[in-house]
């Protein structure tokens, strides 16, 4: 019988970075030929900001359908291979199981995916009102669904889409 899994946000961590430091090293040396660029994202890359403790690393490769033959070795490493999981041109790995550690977006170059991760992270650093906003969020969603998952994820997505939206204007400048 397979355990649920439970939403458990944990306050923000300076120790979050430096596992993403370990891991982008560790992943760099599996897929050194295709990677361009490794980013952390996600709400552990936003300091101040409470999270499920859970790494999220952004890879841009050159050819993403060379990074299929490296899932043997990303198995050897404790991850779970789970193709585009739901996002073309995606490739999604996930370490921990249901006590999940990290999880692994990986693009390649020029996907539109990119800069939307990285702006959102960015416009949550440099707006720390936002930032609280969605803490307040995902505090609310992870106490009314803490054992449903997907409820809690799929009831943040119109914030999200607003932040995305507020993010690519901040950027444009």
């Known amino acids: ?8 946000l944990a306050p923000y ?5 430096k596992e993403f430091t370990q891991e982008a ?19 552990t890359a936003v300091p101040g900001l409470s999270a499920k403790p859970i ?22 490493l404790g991850y779970e291979t789970k193709g585009e999981n739901g996002i073309k041109d995606r490739r999604y790995f996930q370490k921990g199981g249901n006590e999940r550690t990290h999880h692994v977006h990986i693009y390649e ?3 539109p995916e990119i800069n939307r991760h990285i702006w959102f992270r960015d416009y949550l650093r440099a707006r720390p ?9 995902k505090r609310e969603l992870a106490h009314r669904y803490r054992f449903e998952p997907e409820k ?22």
Do not use: C, P
Request: charged share 30%.
């Open 13 to 17: 961590n300076i120790e979050w970075e």
């Open 129 to 137: 009102d936002a930032a609280k906003e969605y803490e307040t969020l």
């Open 109 to 111: 170059k020029g996907h």
């Open 55 to 76: 790494i999220d690393l952004l890879i841009v490769v050159k050819d993403i359908k060379k990074v299929d033959t490296y899932n043997q070795k990303m198995e050897q």
């Open 152 to 173: 809690y994820v799929e009831n943040k997505t119109n914030f999200i889409h607003k932040i995305d939206q507020l993010a690519l204007k901040w950027r444009k400048g």
């Open 25 to 43: 090293d560790t992943l760099t040396n599996v897929i050194s030929a295709q990677i361009l660029e490794v980013h952390h994202i996600g709400s």
């Open 1 to 8: 019988m397979q355990s649920i899994r439970e939403i458990q």
